[in-house]
């Protein structure tokens, strides 16, 4: 079961985010080119440009949170003793989870409403330019859920926590 999972949250955040990355590479190319060569710009390649960026952001913060490798204000943090450490991180991660939990349904319903508008040039329904944001917040509580169970099991056990290398280091 732990494989499987390890492999549709790869598939997802790093194969999928990988090639919606190499469509806004593309498409930011395309345009340079398209404008500055041929003097004719793309507001379809400005679309898919701007859409692509937009999954991007929402796939590749679950995937900083999966390794913990999000930037964090950590000056007196990394200063206190493990186990508060432990402690602070448990009732962050878990208030973040709450919070997370609490607006999906609201903004998946919003979401899924949006069906009936389309984007300006390329028309595609709103619906599946934004479904990366309900996609994020499933992949949010995911990790934070893994974590926080993590930090709960350090903090009884004591062992210190086996965490995943990076698949970019």
């Known amino acids: 079961m732990r494989k499987t999972a390890k492999s549709i949250l790869d598939l997802i955040e790093i194969h999928f985010a ?23 710009p793309s507001p379809e390649f400005f679309e898919i440009a701007g859409y692509s960026f937009v999954w991007i952001i929402f796939l590749g913060a679950p995937l900083a949170q999966r390794y913990r490798k999000h930037m964090r204000f950590d000056m007196i943090y990394t200063h206190l003793p493990r186990k ?10 878990t208030a973040f989870t709450v919070a997370l939990i609490w607006i999906f349904s609201p903004i998946l319903k919003e979401v899924l409403f949006l069906k009936f508008i389309k984007t300006d040039v390329l028309r595609i329904p709103w619906t599946y330019v ?13 990790h934070n859920i893994t974590w926080i169970w993590r930090y ?3 903090l009884i ?13």
Do not use: N
Request: proline letters at 5%; aromatic letters at 10%.
């Open 18 to 40: 990988s090639i919606i990355l190499a469509l806004l590479f593309v498409s930011v190319v395309l345009q340079v080119i398209l404008r500055y060569v041929f003097r004719t």
């Open 84 to 93: 508060i450490q432990l402690v602070l991180d448990i009732i962050l991660d």
């Open 130 to 142: 934004l479904i990366c944001f309900p996609i994020f917040i499933i992949l949010m509580v995911i």
């Open 152 to 154: 709960i099991t350090e």
């Open 157 to 169: 056990t004591g062992e210190a926590i086996k965490e995943e290398v990076p698949p970019w280091q």
